[in-house]
């Protein structure tokens, strides 16, 4: 059974940085390119980025180009989405997901999320 784990949001003042992470268990973060996205009250889901499972690199969505980076962790299965310099805007519910590729268009697993208050 696939299972995909969100942890690290919280409560945030504008201009910190919060790193979350993506645990996983009966799939491969390596092997599976892995995608973060948020929705905030109101709003549709948007993709943040999406990460290769070939060579570890990430794309972004243009908002958050510089501030956010992924990074991945082979041994313990899990990849992080680093935010920094943080936003109201920002404010969402982040999720993790995964599919063959980034360029696929279906995503096969999702997790419940993790919330992310960016106020001062």
């Known amino acids: 059974q696939v299972r995909l784990v969100e942890a690290g949001g919280g409560l945030v003042q504008p201009g910190d940085s919060l790193r979350l992470s993506c645990g996983a268990a009966g799939i491969s973060l390596v092997e599976n390119a892995v995608g973060w996205f948020r929705q905030a009250p109101g709003n549709e889901r948007e993709g943040v980025s999406c990460?290769?499972?070939?060579?570890?690199?990430?794309a972004y969505e243009n908002s958050v180009k510089g501030r956010f980076t992924m990074s991945r962790d082979n041994v313990k299965n899990t990849v992080y989405l680093l935010l920094d310099s943080l936003t109201p805007e920002d404010t969402a519910v982040y999720h993790c997901?995964?599919?063959?590729?980034?360029?696929?268009?279906?995503?096969?697993?999702w997790g419940q999320g993790t919330q992310v208050t960016v106020s001062s």
């Open positions: 997901a995964t599919k063959n590729r980034c360029s696929d268009d279906s995503w096969n697993y």
């Open positions: 990460m290769n499972p070939s060579d570890g690199t990430a």
